[in-house]
């Protein structure tokens, strides 16, 4: 099972907790993880990623072990602490202001 950590705008539209936890068949990577979780949780598609793209959301981020995976390849897999369980898959919300 992945672990998915959702900020609390999408924990309330979900009606989560703060984690879930998904099962993902195949390769780990962020379009799988993401793909399990809108599968699961159906209103949170277009959410995260657009409906058309699949694009992240501006001022959404992704966070793997520490480390900042937004810009990383949506196929490209998944650290093995995620891939296990034993570290969850951060979807954040970015702080913009002036």
């Known amino acids: 099972m ?3 950590v959702l900020p609390p705008h999408l924990r309330t539209l979900a ?3 703060m984690e879930v936890s998904i099962d993902v068949q195949g390769a780990i990577t962020q379009r799988s993880v993401l793909d399990a979780l809108e599968a699961c949780y159906p209103m949170l598609r277009g959410t995260i990623r657009d409906h058309d793209t699949l694009q992240r959301r501006p001022f959404l981020r992704f ?3 520490g480390e900042d995976w937004s810009l990383e390849s949506p196929d490209h897999p998944l650290p093995q602490p995620v891939a ?3 570290e969850p898959f951060l979807v954040i919300g970015a702080i913009a202001g002036g």
């Open 84 to 86: 296990l369980g034993k």
């Open 2 to 4: 992945i672990r998915v």
């Open 63 to 65: 966070f793997v072990c």
């Open 15 to 17: 009606h989560v907790g």
